[in-house]
């Protein structure tokens, strides 16, 4: 059975009239009226990305639709890598379906659809039905517990509940300018570390930090810290301003400190203002060549001290990777990893994946337990296509 094209606007109605945990089989009910989908699921990538959790829709027949299904190596592993549509029969004319469900670069998860029958503008409307449940999630997750529920696949603390809280609620962006993504892998006593990340109409907002301590201790730390550097974000400071804003608050409300990378990206021109308040340098691959990037490094937020902040400049190139890190992916037993080499192995993958490499490779040197947090972000810089444009040769005539 062979449906006609996808009604976006029909769909999106009928996802917004219904509650906002049933968005899933808003979907799944509309791909069986058109195609006769006879089994229909979405499933979610867990907050550490190790796992997939289904959530069975109409007719979904899974063994045991509540167990995790492990991501590395599977099926779905394979589609949320390459972002594309997976089809395989079954030998009798059935098909399984498995298409991305991602938002601007963020892989939210797979819907897993099998159909009787189908040819290629079936396949096609199935992507279209996937795009759309991308942005349905991402709008109803705002009202329900139901998908952050559902992404713990392991019992979270109370430092940990603060620490995501933190963390913007997607850890990738793609644009024409650049893509990023971001991982960060707690410790067994949480450590502090926090990514944030922002776009305006010409800046490309970056920070790193990592609040001492462990525990709630920590996660309190973090969170006056993060707060505070949004505050100031959003008034319109630029790097220097918010570090000193940041400073200020560790100094007025708390007893201790944090270091940090801000950074502001100008769209543009590619030029990148920063602070580096006493984090570790960023490595950056250019040309085929992995270097640490030479940063003056300041004090940490929260350091009583007689000097001040600088502002530091940083030009990125077409083709530039940045790769920001906290001192959990050096310390210790993740000292055994050369992330350089990582980094240069990984050099022609998407950011998601070089995030994963790099945070697997030391989750592995460390035998899975790791004495303090780990998080890096990773920025591919493409420049700006408008202004390339601008700057290119007229043709000869």
């Known amino acids: 059975m062979e449906g006609t094209d996808l009604e976006l606007g029909e769909l999106l109605a009928a996802a917004e009239a219904a509650p906002p945990g049933e968005s899933v089989e808003v979907v799944a009910l509309d791909l069986q009226k058109r195609f006769g989908a006879e089994c229909v699921s979405f499933l979610f990538v867990d907050l550490i990305g190790e796992r997939l959790v289904r959530l069975a829709a109409a007719g979904d027949a899974a063994e045991d639709p509540d167990k995790p299904v492990k991501l590395q190596g599977s099926v779905y592993d394979r589609v949320l890598q390459s972002q594309r549509q997976h089809v395989e029969t079954d030998g009798q004319g059935g098909r399984r379906v498995i298409t991305p469900v991602t938002n601007r670069g963020d892989r939210i998860g797979v819907l897993e659809v099998t159909l009787q029958a189908g040819d290629d503008t079936v396949l096609r409307q199935v992507r279209e039905a996937a795009h759309a449940l991308a942005y349905i999630i991402v709008t109803d997750r705002r009202f329900t517990d139901l998908y952050h529920l559902g992404r713990r696949t392991t019992r979270t603390s109370l430092a940990a509940e603060i620490q995501h809280q933190l963390l913007p609620s997607a850890p990738c962006c793609e644009a024409a300018e650049f893509t990023l993504a971001a991982g960060l892998v707690p410790a067994d ?10 776009l305006d109409r010409d800046t490309l907002h970056l920070s790193i930090t ?13 969170t006056l810290l993060v707060g505070a550097l949004r505050q100031a974000r959003r008034s319109g400071c630029d790097a220097l301003k918010q570090a000193h804003h940041a400073h200020q608050a560790m100094l007025s409300h708390s007893r201790g400190l944090a270091t940090g990378q801000l950074l502001c990206v100008d769209l543009d021109t590619g030029l990148c203002e920063l602070v580096n308040a006493g984090h570790p340098r960023p490595l950056r691959l250019r040309d085929g060549t992995v270097e640490e990037v030479e940063l003056a490094v300041d004090m940490p937020f929260g350091v009583a001290a007689p000097t001040g902040y600088h502002l530091q400049q940083l030009h990125l190139r077409p083709g530039d990777r940045l790769v920001l890190l906290t001192d959990g992916m050096q310390d210790r037993s993740a000292a055994a990893v050369d992330l350089a080499s990582v980094v240069q192995d990984t050099g022609a993958l998407h950011p998601r994946e070089v995030v994963r490499s790099l945070t697997c490779a030391v989750l592995d040197a460390c035998h899975g337990n790791l004495k303090d947090d780990a998080t890096v972000l990773v920025l591919d810089w493409h420049g700006n296509p408008r ?11």
């Open 189 to 198: 006593d949480i450590g502090g570390d926090t990514y944030d990340y922002t």
């Open 210 to 222: 990592d609040a001492m301590g462990h525990d709630t201790n920590s996660a309190l730390l973090a």
């Open 387 to 397: 202004r390339a444009a601008r700057t290119r040769p007229a043709p000869h005539r």
